[in-house]
């Protein structure tokens, strides 16, 4: 779909979302009008099954807290917020300690069905001239800024910025549980659906994005094309996941954050666990004193 692209440099044009805040998500009848005219009834299906998701609870700071991230949201290791070690501290113990707040922003999980009639995910190739992460794959996303109402007006105005995809066209449908990376940024990631594949035609930012492709978003709950690699962090042994993939005779390697959170998105989706061990365990942790000073840690 998207293999002849323009690389276009996008302009600074400043765009205020039309999607609504992610709490409380668009009406259920207003989501069906905007996806049906131009959608399968797989995908108004899907939007009804995922308007019933419900992401397990933060794990114990009130988001209202939480600092606007300084950052773009590109790391090479995440872990579900709930199963990493500061999610184990108990809140009785953050109460006599001066609490380490991780910033926040939000990428986006656009889905569309393919030709074949599979879904499949929209996904960057991070510019190679970039100074962290150059020519990695990521998904559109990056910080919470001042002005937005959300984290999905967030991921659909870093998009439209990144890949030129009109927020218009992406119908947010749920939010997934937040992930934390291994540099302690709050990540959550936001599933919109596509309403119109063939409306979108990618601008890239060239100072940001080499290429913009999709990929199937069932291939990350199946064991091919996978492996994996165990590391430490904190005292706590985490997994990292690598998918090989190759479209229109170019290959991506997605891995770390962007591979978790895409997991745990096909898991949601297709509404079933992947034939492979996801995360290791959460681990309690008794000593929060690096998670005070996480530069310590790093």
Request: hydrophobic share 40%; aromatic share 8%; charged share 25%.
């Amino acid at each position: 779909m998207f293999s002849i692209l323009r690389k276009i440099p996008f302009p600074n044009l400043i765009i205020k979302s039309p999607i609504a805040p992610a709490v409380p998500l668009p009406s259920l009848s207003l989501l069906m009008d905007s996806i049906s005219s131009c959608s399968s009834q797989r995908l108004l299906a899907l939007a009804q099954q995922l308007r019933l998701y419900k992401p397990p609870p933060p794990a114990g700071d009130d988001p209202e807290d939480i600092e606007p991230n300084t950052n773009k949201v590109i790391s090479q290791v995440g872990f579900a917020e709930s199963s990493a070690p500061i999610g184990s501290i108990q809140t009785e113990e953050r109460k006599n300690e001066e609490w380490f707040k991780p910033k926040t922003g939000a990428v986006l999980i656009c889905l569309f069905e393919g030709d074949s009639g599979d879904l499949r995910v929209i996904l960057t190739k991070r510019s190679s001239k970039l100074s962290t992460h150059p020519g990695e794959v990521a998904l559109p996303g990056g910080k919470v800024e001042e002005g937005d109402k959300d984290e999905a007006e967030t991921s659909t105005r870093e998009a439209w910025e990144e890949i030129g995809l009109d927020p218009s066209l992406v119908n947010v449908v749920t939010i997934l549980e937040p992930f934390l990376s291994k540099h302690l940024l709050r990540v959550v990631p936001v599933i919109g659906i596509l309403s119109n594949k063939d409306a979108f035609k990618p601008v890239l930012n060239a100072d940001e994005v080499e290429a913009v492709f999709d990929a199937p978003l069932e291939m990350f709950i199946k064991d091919e094309n996978r492996r994996v690699e165990e590391r430490e962090w904190m005292g706590y042994k985490y997994l990292i996941h690598y998918f090989d993939y190759e479209a229109d005779n170019n290959k991506y390697l997605i891995w770390g954050l962007t591979a978790g959170i895409l997991i745990r998105a096909a898991s949601v989706v297709y509404q079933r666990a992947p034939p492979f061990v996801e995360q290791n365990p959460r681990m309690k942790v008794a000593c929060i004193g690096s998670f005070l000073n996480p530069a310590s840690a790093l």
